[in-house]
Structure formats: structure tokens, C-alpha cells
């Protein structure tokens, strides 16, 4: 029988490795996104815009995230200390197909949440661990969808619980930096500004979230799954 996953220890995980690790992660992620700010600033607000703006963020909020991975794997691994180079350059050789996840899984949940929700959310909670197992395990794009079913199940509400938990807490969180921004009326730059230190500071938790499910999911699957059995007596 499998074990259980702990919504409140993994959360508190995460806060842990948030704070522990802050001067690595939230300078990356602010110059990461400070860039796609910025780039979108220039661009301005019509379609093409538009559409280079969510390129943009996919590749950088992908590549955010496999720092993200990289930077827990190291912590289970015993390493102490991270450089933001070092991380960047562990990441990019998973950047294909982490984006190639990436675009996958979110027209199949978009589509899903377009039908009434509740697929939707069976997606997100399936794929919970997708890039971990790309960027941990070494798995190709379809191995790693099949790889994050087999972790979660049997811990599907849980899982869930968390996702829903971690999207609440970077909505309010960017919902807040966002509206001093507009109430600042401090002009564009402002704006680009804000914007980078809202995904800065909400970027990190859905990303750490994702980690951290992913190795407390692997300790449950290790402890239901029995030793071999010992060798034939002579």
C-alpha cells in the first residue's frame, strides 16, 4: 500500500527552501523576467505583441523552472551552495523538451478547462511532476508524461491540493505587487518594473511546489515497492 503525501510538510518544505535559497532564486528570476518585461514594453500591446510576449514567457518561465529543478535536486543531492551560472547552465540542455512539455500540457489542460474544469484539474494533478521527471530522470517528453501519472497516483487529491494552494498564493501575491504598481501611476517603467518583481517573487513557488512533490512522491513509490527477493540458498 502506498504512502500518503503531506500537503502542510511539503509546503513547509517549500517556504524552506525558499527562504534558504532566496539569493539565488529570486535574483535569476528577476532579471529573467525583467527582460520579458521589458521586451513587451517595447513591443507594445497589439497582437504580435501579444503572441512574442507569451513566447517569451514560456521559454523563460521553462528555463526558470528547470533551475528550479536543478537547484532542489542539488539540495537532495547534499550540495549547499548554488551559482546562478551553474544553474542556468545545468538547465538549458533540457530546454527543448521541458518547452515541448510545456506546450503539450497546456493546450491538453487548456482544452480541458475549457470543458466544464474538472479535466482540466485531472491533468494539472497527473502532470504535476512533468518536469522533474524530465530534468531528475533524464526522460523524454512522452516518457516524462507517463512517468509524473505513475508518481501521483494514489495521492491525485493531495497533489491537487497543492496545486491549487500554490496557484492561490502566486495570485494574490501578484495580484497585490501588480495593484501597487497601478495605484503608484508611476508611468511605464514603473509598470515593467513592478511586473518583473511580481513574477520574481511569485515565479519560484509553483516551480519549488513541483520539486518538492516530485521527491516526496519518489520516497512514497520507493517505500511501497518491495526489496527483491534474496538469493537462492546453495
Do not use: C
Amino acid at each position: 500500500m502506498r504512502g500518503k503525501l503531506s500537503v502542510g510538510d511539503a509546503f513547509g518544505e517549500v517556504f524552506d527552501l525558499y527562504r534558504v535559497h532566496a539569493a539565488v532564486l529570486l535574483p535569476l528570476a528577476f532579471w529573467l523576467y525583467l527582460a520579458v518585461a521589458i521586451v513587451e514594453g517595447l513591443i507594445g500591446r497589439n497582437l504580435n505583441g501579444l503572441l512574442i510576449g507569451l513566447a517569451l514567457t514560456l521559454v523563460v518561465g521553462t528555463l526558470y523552472q528547470g533551475v528550479v529543478v536543478n537547484l532542489v535536486g542539488g539540495v537532495h543531492a547534499g550540495a549547499r551552495e548554488f551559482s546562478m551560472r551553474g544553474l542556468l547552465d545545468a538547465a538549458v540542455p533540457y530546454l527543448p523538451r521541458l518547452i515541448a512539455a510545456g506546450v503539450l500540457s497546456g493546450i491538453a489542460m487548456a482544452i480541458g478547462f475549457a470543458l466544464l474544469l474538472v479535466p482540466g484539474l485531472f491533468l494539472a494533478t497527473i502532470w504535476a511532476v512533468l518536469a522533474p521527471a524530465i530534468v531528475i530522470e533524464d526522460r523524454d517528453v512522452f516518457d516524462a508524461f507517463g512517468r509524473s501519472r505513475v508518481l501521483v497516483r494514489g495521492n491525485g487529491w493531495p497533489v491537487l491540493g497543492a496545486i491549487v494552494t500554490a496557484f492561490l498564493i502566486a495570485a494574490v501575491a501578484g495580484l497585490l505587487l501588480n495593484g501597487i504598481a497601478q495605484a503608484a501611476a508611476g508611468g511605464p517603467l514603473l509598470e515593467i518594473v513592478f511586473g518583473a518583481i511580481a513574477a520574481t517573487v511569485t515565479a519560484p513557488i509553483a516551480a519549488l511546489v513541483a520539486s518538492v512533490l516530485y521527491y516526496r512522491l519518489l520516497a512514497i513509490e520507493r517505500t511501497a515497492t518491495p526489496p527483491p527477493p534474496p538469493p537462492p540458498v546453495a
